[in-house]
């Protein structure tokens, strides 16, 4: 049976699939195909009626509706009522031989049916078209392809694989012929990529490049029967070979055909693999690539292409190379903007240069500010038959009705990519359910996969989702799936930040529901805040858009201990002046101060924006007096010492540290006035105050002793070894060698435990010296060689210290440093 795929110069009629298994039909059809079906029967004329006519007659005759009639020949109803009402006129061969199948038409009433078919066809007096008329040739290019170098260059090494895939190397059997699996998106430009290739490399194809559009999302594509058939006709084999053949017998002439052939074939649309996998060659040097926007990952021994967007550079020379005028280059911002707002989605950024070329008096300025609007941008982006819509809409009209549900519910998720927890708190289900339902919008090209088990929407698809929620879904639902969502994402902020602290305040601040993540050890916890940091952000932001200030504030405490983990995020400063503001608004002057004092942190451990960073502190000092906590007024003092300090404005500094520990001592906060405590060691040391250093020290490590663990307490191991760290240095610099050796003893284990490999390095250095002026040259013999052990992770000048050193020690040289830092 001869098949018409639909290629670029053919109608776009809804395609019937059937199966010729009677054997007069196929007699019939094979004398009609060859040309020979007589015009007279026993001497006298045929009366040929009209197809529509004769049809009905033959129906009415069976007693058969229109409905039974389709049942039995796998027509469609509607193309049969078309039919008979003459609507239309020019069936296709396939649909008259499945006809004459369901009417189980004798051998003269099939000859009447086959003539009546060709009369209004018109095709009487014509001889039936040469194997050549039914080629698949390649339809039209794109003459301004950019970009997709990369994946020209996988498919060029296909070409140049398959040139030799059917050499036998050492008595070895032949690799398989190459195939490709060009996979991606609506609109990523799957079928152009795949027809470029074909284009470029024509020279590399003597037997030709063919192209069959499987229609894989119609509602009845093409069966691989009628691929083969369709491509056995394109490769020159007479039709009436192929009618004679069963489907086997055909399948076995497609692969020895194919194996001879030099070609190109582009499959271009495959629904599944099942349309597909009998056609892929089993040997020769044939090249196959199919596009699907599924990855089709039932098929093996493939090559897999995953389109995504295009680069920006990309993206620019595709709007020049269409938009030719010189607008691109005038105004390369809004340019910039253009391809930002299409998502670098080629076929979003054809129908915007479309647009621009057809209104040659707008500047690109315009039709950015045009696609600006993210309600209406993915309407926006269509220009006669060609629109983002409408790509996106065939894919989405094939998901079963829960799976469409997902999709739109998943475009509420306000950051980036995301996991599979989001899909079952926004549809309420289980997390297997949730997951299937991720992985059918991923085969179906409506999500793409992102780092580690997460997926993400292109931005188009996204706003697509938002677009059919509206126009699905009730207000009410969607809103209520949105507040879910930030709930539980805020919610599990909350106990991460738990876990990371330690339990540290921000737990004791929360009133939150039980979070549905639970997390067993500290680095996961951290973990999850930073992968989902777009997500949870996004939802702190809309928590202080919907006006509610009381949840922003308990995420910014939240989160306080978190930063000392993760200062490189740029985002603190947004956090905790959300914070702050969201206090202010509640009257919370407590909580409005302590979240200036943490954006007093922030700007400057995290950006280095001294004068914000004072100002905010000082503005936490005032509220905090203002609302007489003394916790705040501590905090906001130790902030301000700590500030001045570290642009060597040291008198001052002392002052407020010292202001700091009285009042962390009144407000009864014995933590944070040993933190304080030793960040005066240090500013003491700097003022040359260094007794009241040490006896700062003393302080602490007397406090310590008081409490129920002593200084042996792990809750303050920190705090411990900080403050023996930094009067250390006073001991050094004051020349008392036993005290410092004394401090410094064992505290390198922990620094290098915890990453910090210059204190490390300085531990083992100083100390070894410390041990030579003490004439215990063994001991210090181990310290310098320690030094040198660490390799590149202690600094150059250090480890050439510690080479003098132990040259020292050879020849009864003692160290030369006299100023320690």
């Known amino acids: 049976m001869p098949i018409f795929v639909r290629c670029a110069h053919e109608s776009a009629s809804p395609p019937h699939e059937h199966t010729i298994v009677d054997a007069a039909a196929v007699r019939f059809w094979r004398i009609h195909e060859e040309g020979k079906?007589?015009?007279?029967?026993d001497g006298h004329p045929v009366t040929v009626s009209s197809l529509g006519r004769l049809v009905r007659r033959l129906r009415l005759a069976r007693a058969l509706t229109i409905e039974q009639l389709a049942e039995a020949s796998g027509v469609s109803v509607r193309a049969i009522g078309d039919m008979e009402r003459g609507r239309s006129t020019r069936p296709r061969h396939g649909t008259?031989?499945?006809?004459?199948?369901?009417?189980?038409?004798?051998?003269?009433?099939?000859?009447e049916l086959l003539v009546a078919a060709r009369t209004d066809r018109g095709e009487e007096a014509a001889d039936v078209p040469s194997p050549a008329a039914h080629s698949a040739p390649l339809p039209r290019g794109i003459r301004d392809f950019v970009g997709r170098e990369d994946e020209l260059r996988v498919l060029g090494d296909l070409v140049e694989e398959g040139a030799h895939s059917d050499a036998v190397v050492n008595g070895e059997v032949p690799p398989l012929p190459p195939v490709a699996v060009v996979s991606g998106v609506p609109g990523s430009g799957k079928t152009t990529l795949a027809l470029r290739l074909a284009e470029e490399r024509r020279p590399d194809f003597p037997d030709g490049a063919f192209f069959i559009d499987l229609r894989g999302l119609e509602d009845?594509?093409?069966?691989?029967?009628?691929t083969v058939v369709r491509l056995l006709s394109a490769w020159g084999v007479e039709e009436a070979r192929i009618g004679r053949l069963t489907g086997e017998e055909r399948l076995a002439l497609y692969q020895s055909t194919a194996a001879r052939l030099r070609a190109v074939v582009v499959l271009d649309n495959a629904g599944h693999e099942a349309q597909v996998r009998v056609l892929l060659p089993a040997e020769g040097r044939m090249l196959v690539i199919v596009t699907s926007r599924r990855p089709l990952t039932g098929l093996s021994g493939v090559r897999r292409l995953e389109l995504g967007a295009l680069a920006e550079s990309e993206s620019t020379a595709l709007l020049r190379s269409v938009v030719d005028d010189g607008r691109v280059d005038a105004d390369p911002d809004a340019a910039a903007r253009v391809t930002a707002l299409c998502g670098h989605l080629p076929l979003a950024l054809r129908v915007a240069a479309n647009w621009a070329v057809t209104r040659s008096g707008w500047g690109l300025r315009r039709l950015a500010d045009r696609l600006a609007d993210e309600d209406r941008r993915v309407d926006v982006l269509s220009a006669g038959d060609l629109g983002v819509g409408s790509a996106f809409q065939l894919s989405y009209s094939r998901l079963a009705p829960e799976t469409a549900r997902v999709f739109r519910l998943l475009s509420l998720i306000p950051g980036g990519d995301f996991g599979i927890p989001y899909a079952a708190v926004l549809a309420e289900t289980s997390a297997v359910e949730a997951e299937d339902r991720l992985e059918e919008l991923l085969e179906a090209g409506l999500l793409m996969t992102s780092v580690g088990d997460r997926y993400r929407f292109h931005d188009l698809l996204r706003l697509y989702g938002r677009s059919r929620n509206r126009g699905t879904d009730d207000e009410t639902i969607s809103a209520a799936a949105a507040v879910r969502l930030r709930g539980w994402l805020l919610d599990?902020?909350?106990?991460a930040a738990h876990m990371v602290s330690g339990g540290v305040e921000a737990r004791e601040r929360c009133d939150s529901t039980p979070c549905p993540e639970h997390f067993r050890t500290r680095e996961q916890a951290l973990e999850w805040l930073r992968a989902e940091s777009d997500n949870w952000l996004s939802a702190l932001r809309q928590e202080a858009e919907q006006q509610n200030p009381g949840r922003v504030v308990v995420i910014a405490f939240a989160v306080e201990a978190v930063c000392n983990s993760w200062i490189s995020w740029g985002h603190w400063s947004e956090v905790f002046a959300l914070g702050a503001r969201s206090a202010e608004a509640t009257g919370d002057l407590d909580a409005q101060a302590g979240c200036l004092s943490m954006l007093a942190w922030v700007h400057w451990q995290c950006h280095r924006q001294h004068e914000e960073a004072l100002e905010a502190a000082t503005s936490a000092?005032?509220?905090?007096?203002?609302?007489g906590s003394l916790g705040r007024q501590a905090e906001a003092y130790m902030y301000l010492g700590w500030l001045r300090d570290v642009v060597n404005d040291v008198l001052p500094a002392v002052e407020d540290i010292a202001q700091a520990m009285d009042l962390f001592l009144r407000a009864g906060d014995t933590r944070r006035y040993l933190q304080a405590a030793n960040m005066n060691i240090t500013v003491l040391r700097k003022a040359g105050r260094g007794q009241e250093a040490i006896e700062t020290h003393h302080a602490v490590m007397g406090s310590l002793a008081q409490l129920p663990g002593g200084v042996h307490d792990p809750r303050y191991a920190v705090t411990v070894r900080i403050s023996r760290y930094h009067v250390a240095f006073v001991y050094l610099n004051e020349g008392r060698w036993e005290e410092a050796a004394g401090v410094l003893a064992g505290l390198e284990q922990s620094y290098a435990d915890s990453g910090f490999h210059l204190a490390t390095t300085k531990i083992y250095l100083y100390r070894g010296h410390c041990l030579a002026h003490l004439g215990r040259a063994a001991e210090a013999e181990g310290h310098y060689r320690a030094v040198l052990g660490l390799g590149d992770s202690a600094p150059v000048d250090l480890?050439?210290?510690?080479?003098?050193?132990?040259?020292?020690?050879?020849?009864?040289?003692?160290?030369?440093?006299?100023?320690?830092?």
């Open 96 to 111: 008259v031989a499945a006809l004459m199948q369901g009417l189980q038409l004798e051998e003269t009433e099939a000859e």
């Open 492 to 495: 599990t902020v909350v106990s």
């Open 37 to 41: 079906a007589s015009m007279v029967r």
């Open 220 to 226: 009845r594509p093409p069966t691989p029967d009628e």
């Open 621 to 627: 000092l005032a509220i905090a007096s203002a609302c």
């Open 799 to 821: 480890r050439e210290e510690a080479r003098a050193g132990l040259a020292g020690l050879g020849t009864g040289t003692l160290p030369s440093r006299t100023a320690f830092e």
